[in-house]
């Protein structure tokens, strides 16, 4: 009996720190159309909250592990937070100037697998170059 006392005891602490290492990580729109953090590494059980810091931005997800269930966009002006569960790749961007290639990568779990259907998304000129070279720095890190 002692002994399960023991090992529940010990399985409450790995709960317990679990629970307490899962982090939030702030991402600000700026004045520059951009987001703050463009590359976001993070682990699965993370939350990311993006801060309207600048007027007249929000966060459409565009690409992610499970393409049928895309984290909520957000709306125009407000504070966003999304819990990510599924490791892999997740493309973002800001509906009004995802042309001009506002948009930033999230990184769960350090998981790639889904590179290839993100690079497969179709954007403007801009957007794409942009997405290359975030795809780039994410890989050499
Ligand atoms: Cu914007």
């Known amino acids: 009996m002692r002994i399960i006392f023991t090992l529940l ?6 709960i317990i720190s679990k629970v307490a290492l899962a982090e939030t990580i702030q991402i600000e729109f ?21 801060l309207p810091k600048n007027e007249g ?3 459409e997800f565009i690409a992610g592990p499970k393409m049928d269930e895309l984290p909520n966009n957000s709306k125009i002006n ?8 599924t490791p892999g790749i997740y493309l973002y961007g800001c509906t009004p100037h995802l042309n001009m290639g506002m948009l930033g990568l999230i990184i ?12 497969k998304i179709e954007l403007s000129y ?14 050499s890190n």
């Open 9 to 14: 005891f010990f399985l409450n602490l790995v």
């Open 30 to 50: 700026t004045e520059n159309d951009s987001y703050s953090l463009e590359i976001a590494y993070i682990d699965a059980g993370d939350t990311i909250e993006w």
């Open 57 to 59: 931005h929000n966060v």
């Open 78 to 85: 407000e504070s966003h937070s999304v819990l990510f569960k």
């Open 108 to 119: 769960v779990g350090n998981d790639f697998h889904n590179l290839n259907e993100v690079n």
């Open 126 to 139: 801009v957007a794409n170059s942009v997405l290359n070279r975030l795809i780039r720095t994410a890989q």
